[in-house]
Nanobody, 125 residues
């Protein structure tokens, strides 16, 4: 099973920026799609962004479009999530996730094969 190690996160004021990183232990068919989910207290886990690594196609939730950017460094087997213009509604635990290529279609938690440990993002007003 692929191991995912997350870094980044923390606390910022509204309007600030943070960058999350997710390093995968290997590049296999099970990491062809990588990205992030987030979960706030009392809410369901929500897909935030993902990247289809073979061609670099990116997909975003409507709530983060224009503010978040997902990218990859294949040499480091690492995916990044740059989060700008953060607001309190972005406060959540963010989980890196990886799955086969088909998981990029719906980005549903049930199709994810590997999860990171999670990192907290807190945005204060």
């Amino acid at each position: 099973q692929v191991q995912l190690v997350e870094s980044g996160g923390g606390s910022v004021q509204a309007g600030g920026s943070l960058r999350l990183s997710c390093a995968a232990s290997g590049y296999t068919y099970s990491t062809h799609c990588m990205g992030w989910f987030r979960q706030a207290p009392g809410k369901e886990r929500e897909g935030v962004a993902r990247i289809y690594r073979i061609v670099g196609s990116t997909y975003y939730a409507d709530s983060v479009k224009g503010r978040f950017t997902i990218s990859q460094d294949n040499a480091k087997n690492t995916v990044y999530l740059q989060m700008n213009s953060l607001n309190p509604e972005d406060t959540a635990m963010y989980y890196c996730a990886a799955g086969p290529a088909r998981s990029c279609v719906r980005w549903n938690p049930t199709e994810i094969g590997s999860w990171g440990q999670g990192t907290q993002v807190t945005v204060s007003s």
